[in-house]
């Protein structure tokens, strides 16, 4: 079996730091080799984060390469497009349909980009997620990650209750049901 990889990508404070914990975590489980590494510049400013997540029967570079990732997971539509072109052919992209703009287009020293949607549904297979309403819905804004990671649990051959497991072990115990269900109703959105 061919390794998978899978680029989890945003901003900082989203959470995508704990999600690829709770992915590396349940492939570990799964009995795969895995391979994390996070890139994180100016996360606490709000700047990109992206953390490279490969698993397979043994892999030997933390890195996924420009046309090797299997999946964009993106908390950030612009997170999505800045990422695409390590997708591969065939591969697939899971964003939040939310647009946080960085600092350079708050200044109104740049414009966020138009149609980021259309472009990326062009190039690739590209579900765009209002995860911050579902995650709303469950109780906690925050949650956002725990949606967008469901979505992409919903489409790797892992249990659903073994993602639920991790996820128990690994958010803070007072956040565990708002987690579970706001991964459950991501897991489904793509069912339907």
Request: hydrophobic fraction near 45%; glycine fraction near 12%; include cysteine.
């Amino acid at each position: 079996m061919a390794d998978t990889g899978i680029l989890i990508v945003g901003v900082g404070g989203q959470g995508t730091l704990l999600s690829s914990r709770i992915l590396g975590e349940v492939a570990l489980y799964s009995g795969f080799d895995v391979k994390v590494s996070e890139v994180h510049g100016m996360a606490q400013r709000g700047g990109s984060v992206v953390t490279h997540v490969r698993f397979g029967k043994r892999v030997y570079s933390p890195l996924v390469g420009i046309g090797q990732a299997d999946f964009i997971l993106a908390f950030e539509k612009l997170e999505a497009l800045r990422w695409a072109g390590y997708l591969k052919k065939g591969g697939m992209i899971i964003a939040n349909a939310r647009q946080i703009p960085p600092i350079p287009v708050t200044l109104g020293l740049q414009k966020y980009p138009e149609d980021i949607d259309g472009i990326l549904s062009g190039a690739a297979t590209t579900h765009m997620v209002d995860a911050s309403k579902i995650a709303s819905d469950c109780g906690s804004p925050r949650s956002v990650n725990m949606v967008l990671l469901g979505v992409l649990a919903s489409r790797l051959d892992f249990e659903k209750e073994l993602w639920l497991k991790v996820i128990r072990e690994t958010v803070p115990q007072n956040t565990v049901e708002i987690n579970t269900e706001a991964f459950s109703r991501g897991y489904e959105f793509l069912q339907g």
